[in-house]
């Protein structure tokens, strides 16, 4: 067995560590505001879209924005928000389904196109289709099948710090040697003092199993990937609580365990890297390798084969179902 | 061409000179040196003017060992020997026979008045065949401002028209277009791979231990390979063969020591030249407890040493070292971060120099070159260490043969074993659990080239400078080749034994140069070159750092082939008072190498040229320059305008993008005046330009709550522009025979203007719980280095 931990960013904690390094350097290093004057700039459509075993297709449209552009809750109303596109999913069985609309806790900004009818199913490939302001778009993607973890546990995130109330969890997995994978996992916690609306996903988001291909290994989760949005509509304390990395006793953690194909996964890994370290200015910044066929689009179309468990502080496992 | 044709070709080349032989001809031959020192004079003219016919010269310049030879027919000549800064030998001398006469030259500094900028003679740059290149004598850079008050051989080559600095805090520079991976960097032959110290800050040359600085941009002859952009060849003195002499000086945070002198006077000398910062010393007890340099090492030192041994008049030897280390580390207040970067240089050469006839000179040398890179790196429970490193064994002997006055031949063989360590990594993610990364095994390559060249005075106006290189490179076992799918997974891997070739290269490499004479003040130049390079710098990071790794062309990375077209007009006025040149030049670039967008981390497992991406690149640009060469007020004044773009199938799209490093304007101005010859003088230099480019944030989006940024086309945007003016005073405050103090005062960037090191963009998020109201505004930082840095040396010399 292996522990890999955060391996996957062990290059840009080099990076980063030169670049600390550097600034401590410069005794007399200084920096400035500066105003940028970008070339000009057309907003595209987003698409985030995504589809689980059992579950509807959740599509949610938006605009991209202006770098400098402040966005506050008026800027969402007015312009974020894609609200009149049609929006529709087939499946290779040939179930087709209009989404619609609506409410949906499950969306970061709380409205999201819903299948009505359809649900995901393992195996089973299923394209999207969205029509808006007179152009059209479409990606495919695949549910694979879902696979069991062996186990999971809360784990020490360091013998420096106080292991009596900062955790981490770990999960162990044996990979398939029969074929490629590409795994993702996410967090919810549940806690007196907050829960969690949208799953977090830590760094790395997605990683496939070139590295440790047939064999078992475990794998730290921090709640590193938390933003604004999960904490929106939070008071300040729960905020405050939500944002800490590691688990504290008392905290029921749930763990999603994902599969998806290899376009869903070129994206999640570009996505995830890029918002990790797309600013640094060492680094030569990499497109976001999107699935969708269109002009000026931007986001993905990803289908996750899931399986769940829960965990309590003191090791105890159990299984987690919605 | 086939390797036949190429040897075929390769000894008729050598042997066109015999059928120019012309019979009643002697020869004068000897050595050249410096009179108070012993020194090799490498650039000294030796000029035979007929007394029954002035009009008719014939002469030579010293080899780098201060070996001359003219071969004239019998008479009575007037001998003229000419090196700027030294007085002229002027003398009459009947040549019945052949003559061996050896040289020394008496220092002109104590009778003259002038600054020298360039070790040339005075109407070199228009009587040269060389299109670009340049030679910069170590009291010229000795003079100019630098910063902290250390003399830099590379921020004094960025001066030059066509070299480009990459900025402060990057070790890299750029000639004309060419990536830093394309500039060979030799130390007394041996190459070196990494030539900074402090991230770039400051070189590793120590300018004590040089003795002069030569740049080929362009024109490049065939006796030099390897690399596509330009050679940067820096001599280190070979130890005083008369008297013991110490040169040292104590600065801000430097302080350096030279010990030179003769193990045998006349016959065999030494040289011993350390240089170390104290500043990690001097500022512990200032430090707070937390601060993360408490108790950290942070320094770097290197030592230089030479001997020298005169065997006999045929026969020379030198020996030459070089080591240096950067040691870096820091820590967090909590103790959980820790970080320590290091890396060494360390070259070793030998070389024997052997006058077979006087007509032949034989240099025999053996090199050695290493640079190694780790870090370690501490996070918590997550542990990190990253090595890598490159080793060079290299085998050359070249003749000079001038078999008449018309020709200066060379030709010769060089081989370079390479060994190559591009990745040594470990990890530990946990107490007791170790995670095996891949350890990536050394590549091994075979670097073997033959080459001849030939400067060839076809008349008084025209010189011809043409050379043939050939090479034949072998990348060897032991060596894994993996074999991928069409989702990057491996399918296959495929083995070759030790010595085993893996894939092999033969490549053609013609050199020509011309000028044409217009008048004694003025010539046009002209130079094609076809440049391959067989070993690869591929930089991650925007800009230039000790992880970047090398390594050797393979069967997926093709060497890289350079094409480059220069046009030159040179042109004196008031008695070579004032140079000027204008430069024009073109280059087309192939297999120019660049990682891949969106690197996944399981990589690591693969070869590392299977992360690379291979694309092509365009160059073209004019140079300017002004020189004025003597007088009390000497300086000089380069412009360049410069155009340089890539284009990768894989990368922006397909579209051509701006290198990183395409400067539109590059102004160089450096002037010094002596307010009292050799007492005291001050110097000014100023520098321009365009800034660089960069890929910048145009928009942003979320996706699954995430804060996505989009950018804009690679190298889209350009960072405002870099100029700085420094100004020394240079004060020798006593100077006998026996012993000489001076001050230097040093102010560095005098107009503390703040230059962009890098831009850096930051989102500040601002949340009202309560009303559910917020605001995501993103905001632009230009990070500066060095602000106004006064500096103070003293140096002395007994």
């Known amino acids: ?322 | 061409m086939g390797k036949r044709h190429s040897i075929i070709l390769l000894i008729m080349y050598c042997l066109l000179p015999f059928m120019q032989v012309q019979g009643q001809r002697v020869t004068l031959s000897g050595t050249v040196r410096d009179a108070t020192n012993g020194e090799s004079l490498m650039g000294a003219y030796v000029i035979l003017t007929d007394t029954a016919r002035p009009q008719d010269k014939q002469g030579c310049v010293t080899n780098q060992a201060g070996f001359y030879s003219v071969s004239v027919p019998r008479g009575t000549y007037k001998m003229t020997i000419n090196y700027l800064s030294f007085k002229t030998i002027e003398e009459f001398i009947a040549l019945e026979k052949s003559v061996k006469r050896d040289f020394e030259l008496e220092s002109d500094i104590i009778a003259g008045d002038e600054v020298i900028i360039q070790g040339e003679r005075a109407d070199h740059n228009i009587a040269s065949a060389d299109v670009g290149r340049m030679e910069m004598k170590i009291e010229a850079i000795k003079a100019m401002p630098a910063l902290m008050g250390e003399a830099d051989v590379i921020k004094s080559i960025q001066m030059l028209p066509g070299v480009m600095s990459g900025g402060e805090g990057n070790s890299g520079y750029y000639v004309r277009g060419g990536g830093t991976d394309q500039n060979l960097v030799l130390l007394d032959e041996a190459t070196v791979y990494n030539t900074s110290h402090l991230f770039g800050f400051f070189s590793i040359f120590n300018a004590d231990a040089v003795k002069n600085v030569d740049l080929v941009k362009s024109g490049m002859p065939a006796y030099y390979g390897g690399r596509a952009a330009s050679i940067l060849n820096v001599y280190q003195k070979e130890g005083n063969l008369k008297k013991y002499e110490v040169d040292g000086g104590i600065g801000l945070i430097f302080s350096h020591l030279t010990v030179q002198g003769p193990f045998k006077k006349n016959k065999a000398s030494f040289l011993i030249s350390g240089r170390r910062t104290y500043a990690d010393l001097l500022i512990q007890p200032f430090l707070k407890p937390q601060s993360p340099l408490k108790g950290m090492k942070f320094y770097f030192y290197d030592l230089n040493a030479k001997f020298n041994i005169i065997i006999n008049d045929k026969h020379r030897l030198y020996f030459g070292a070089y080591y240096g280390t950067d040691t870096y580390g820091f820590k967090s207040s909590s103790g959980m971060t820790k970080a320590q970067f290091m890396w060494s240089n360390a070259t070793a050469s030998a070389r024997w120099n052997y006058i077979i006839s006087p007509k032949l000179f034989l240099n025999t040398s053996t090199t050695f070159s290493y640079y190694d890179f780790s870090t370690e790196m501490g996070m918590d429970v997550f542990k990190f260490k990253l090595g890598s490193g490159i080793r060079d064994y290299a085998l050359k002997s070249e003749l000079t043969w001038m078999p008449t006055p018309k020709h200066n031949i060379r030709f010769g063989v060089h081989n370079v074993f390479h060994q190559c360590l591009p990745g040594q990594i470990a990890a530990q993610a946990g107490i007791d659990n170790d995670f095996p990364f891949p350890t990536q095994k050394p590549y091994f390559a075979n670097e073997l080239s033959i080459y001849a060249h030939d400067e060839f005075d076809i008349s008084r106006r025209w010189k011809l400078n043409m050379g043939l290189r050939y090479t034949n490179f072998m990348h060897l076992g032991a060596f894994t080749r993996y074999v991928l799918d069409d989702f990057g997974t491996i399918s296959d891997s495929i083995f070759y034994r030790p010595g085993e070739i893996v894939s092999q290269y033969n490549r053609v490499e013609p050199r020509l140069s011309v000028r044409f004479l217009i008048d004694s003040m003025t010539s046009l130049k002209a130079s094609a070159t076809l440049n391959h390079q067989f070993m690869h710098q591929i930089s991650m990071a925007t800009i230039s750092l000790p992880t970047d790794v090398w390594m050797p062309s393979t069967d997926l990375m093709k060497p890289q082939m350079v094409m480059q077209f220069s046009l030159g007009v040179f042109r004196n006025f008031y008695h070579n008072m004032f140079e000027t040149y204008v430069d024009l030049y073109y280059k087309k670039m192939y297999n120019l190498a660049e990682y891949r967008d969106g690197l996944d981390f399981s990589v690591l497992m693969i070869n590392p040229d299977q992360l690379y991406t291979f694309g092509q690149g365009w160059s073209a640009g004019a140079e300017f320059f002004v020189k004025k060469a003597r007088g009390r007020f000497t300086g000089f004044i380069g412009y360049t305008l410069g155009f340089t773009r890539r284009q990768f199938d894989e990368l922006n799209n397909g579209n051509p993008f701006w290198a990183k490093y395409d400067r539109r304007h590059d102004v160089s101005i450096s002037l010094t005046y002596d307010i009292l010859p050799h007492k005291l003088s001050v110097s000014a230099i100023w520098v321009y330009q365009t800034g660089n480019t960069m890929t910048i944030p145009i928009g942003y989006y979320f996706y699954m709550g995430s804060y996505i940024t989009e950018f804009s086309e690679r190298n889209e945007y350009r960072m405002p522009p870099y100029h700085r003016l420094d100004i020394a005073v240079n004060w020798t405050i006593k100077k006998t025979s026996k012993f000489e103090t001076g001050l230097n005062f040093s102010i560095y960037n005098v107009y503390n203007r703040k230059n962009p090191f890098f831009i850096y963009l930051e989102t500040n998020t601002n949340i009202d719980a309560n009303s559910l109201n917020f605001a995501i505004e993103n905001k632009a930082f230009q990070m500066s280095l060095f602000p106004i840095i006064p500096s103070v040396t003293w140096n002395f010399k007994f």
Not at chain 1, 61 to 68: D, E, K, M, Q, V
Not at chain 1, 237 to 262: H, I, N, W
Not at chain 1, 297 to 311: D, E, M, N, P, Y
């Open chain 1, 1 to 322: 067995m292996i522990n890999i931990g955060l391996f996957g960013s062990w290059w840009g904690r080099v990076r980063m560590g030169m670049s600390v390094l550097m600034a401590a350097l410069l005794f007399g290093a200084c920096e400035t505001e500066i105003d940028v004057d970008l070339p000009d700039y057309g907003s595209k459509l987003v698409i985030e879209g995504t589809i689980e075993n059992g579950q509807p297709a959740i599509v949610t449209l938006t605009n991209s924005i202006p770098y400098f552009q402040e966005l506050n809750m008026e800027y969402i109303q007015n312009n974020l928000l894609v609200q009149d596109a049609e929006v529709i999913v087939t499946s290779s069985d040939g179930e087709r389904d209009s989404l619609i609309l609506q409410f949906c806790p499950d969306a970061p900004l709380f409205l999201a196109y819903v299948s009505p009818n359809l649900r995901g199913r393992e195996n089973t490939t299923y394209t999207l289709t969205v029509r808006s302001k007179g152009k059209e778009y479409h990606a495919t993607t695949t549910i694979p099948h879902t696979f069991d973890i062996d186990s999971a546990w809360f784990s020490h995130l360091s013998d420096i710090l106080n292991k009596d109330t900062m955790r981490t969890v770990r999960i162990q997995l044996t990979d398939d040697p029969a074929e490629s994978s590409y795994y993702s996992f996410a967090v919810k916690v549940a806690c007196p003092k907050f829960t969690d609306r949208l799953w977090v996903s830590p760094v790395p988001v997605a990683f496939d199993d070139k590295t440790f291909s047939g064999i078992t290994f475990n794998f730290e989760l921090e709640r590193y990937g938390i933003t604004m949005l999960h904490t929106l509509g939070m008071s300040e304390a729960q905020s405050e609580a939500a944002k800490r990395l590691t688990f504290r006793p008392g905290d029921t953690v749930y763990v999603k365990c994902s599969l998806m194909d290899y376009n869903s996964y070129r994206f999640m890994i570009t996505g995830g890297t890029e918002a990790i370290m797309g600013t640094n200015p060492f680094l030569n910044p990499a497109p976001v390798v999107s699935n969708i066929e269109g002009e000026n689009v931007l986001g993905a179309w990803c289908g996750f084969a899931s399986t769940f468990k829960r965990i309590f502080w003191e090791d105890t496992v159990g299984y987690y179902g919605r």
